[in-house]
């Protein structure tokens, strides 16, 4: 793999989504977590608990896989106002369409500074603001000498036939995880604040892990 650069919105995001394919290229990879949880939130609402458990678990991670992670400090939808109810809205704001500027720019800079030719930037399925944002910002960029892959947010391990419908304009692309199967089971499984709300046990998520040793990616069908 040529050199690549991983937008996370999220901590977690590459975690779930493409820790396989950083683990097989990790010489390679570069993960830019662009909205990570701020102190100052979480202090408000939990007392800085969760701040804490977060930013320990994604150091686990990048731990776990030998990668670099880059933390930049845009401000998530919670810290712009956003309500819970309006968090999945697909109409940008004002002052998130200049972070779409800005982030766009960032990237840019960055692909020339490090010399990227692929990009790999979350679908946005589930139309989440934060994931949206990052897409944008990707989608405007002059696509000359790089590739962009898109990855599936949050994957839960479903089977093909009850996943959210993609774009026949794209293309997927399937790659095999097998041989680093267990560091991705181990890096997901640094995520105690993601595993807890969404599966039973751990137990049966490392088993939906195993049953799926692939991650799917898609590309322009050109």
Same mark, same amino acid.
């Given at each position: 793999?040529?050199?690549?650069?991983?937008?996370?919105?999220?901590?977690?995001?590459?975690?779930?989504?493409?820790?396989?394919?950083?683990?097989?290229?990790?010489?390679?990879?570069?993960?830019?977590?662009?909205?990570?949880?701020?102190?100052?939130?979480?202090?408000?609402?939990?007392?800085?608990?969760?701040?804490?458990?977060?930013?320990?678990?994604?150091?686990?991670?990048?731990?776990?896989?030998?990668?670099?992670?880059?933390?930049?400090?845009?401000?998530?939808?919670?810290?712009?106002?956003?309500?819970?109810?309006?968090?999945?809205?697909?109409?940008?704001?004002?002052?998130? *369409?200049?972070? =779409?500027?800005?982030? +766009?720019?960032?990237?840019?800079?960055?692909?020339? !500074? @490090? $010399? %990227?030719?692929?990009?790999?930037?979350?679908?946005?399925?589930?139309?989440?603001?934060?994931?949206?944002?990052?897409?944008?910002?990707?989608?405007?960029?002059?696509?000359?000498?790089?590739?962009?892959?898109?990855?599936?947010?949050?994957?839960?391990?479903?089977?093909?036939?009850?996943?959210?419908?993609?774009?026949?304009?794209?293309?997927?692309?399937?790659?095999?995880?097998?041989?680093?199967?267990?560091?991705?089971?181990?890096?997901?499984?640094?995520?105690?604040?993601?595993?807890?709300?969404?599966?039973?046990?751990? *137990?049966?998520? =490392?088993?939906?892990? +195993?049953?799926?040793?692939?991650?799917?990616?898609? !590309? @322009? $069908? %050109?």
């Amino acid at each position: 793999m040529s050199k690549a650069l991983f937008l996370e919105p999220h901590y977690g995001d590459i975690a779930w989504s493409c820790s396989g394919l950083v683990g097989q290229n990790r010489e390679d990879s570069i993960i830019v977590s662009i909205f990570p949880p701020k102190r100052r939130y979480y202090r408000i609402q939990f007392k800085g608990i969760k701040y804490r458990r977060k930013k320990r678990e994604e150091l686990r991670f990048g731990n776990i896989l030998g990668v670099k992670i880059i933390y930049l400090k845009f401000k998530s939808a919670f810290l712009r106002g956003r309500n819970l109810e309006d968090l999945f809205d697909k109409i940008l704001n004002p002052v998130e *369409e200049e972070q =779409v500027l800005q982030l +766009r720019k960032y990237i840019s800079d960055f692909i020339k !500074k @490090e $010399d %990227i030719q692929e990009i790999y930037c979350p679908m946005a399925q589930r139309n989440q603001i934060d994931h949206l944002i990052v897409k944008k910002a990707v989608a405007g960029l002059k696509q000359t000498e790089f590739d962009i892959y898109y990855y599936e947010d949050f994957p839960n391990f479903l089977p093909e036939s009850r996943k959210l419908q993609v774009s026949t304009a794209l293309k997927a692309i399937k790659v095999d995880i097998s041989e680093v199967i267990d560091e991705k089971i181990q890096g997901i499984l640094q995520y105690d604040s993601l595993v807890e709300p969404y599966f039973k046990s751990k *137990e049966i998520l =490392v088993q939906l892990i +195993r049953n799926t040793p692939f991650e799917t990616f898609w !590309k @322009e $069908d %050109i």
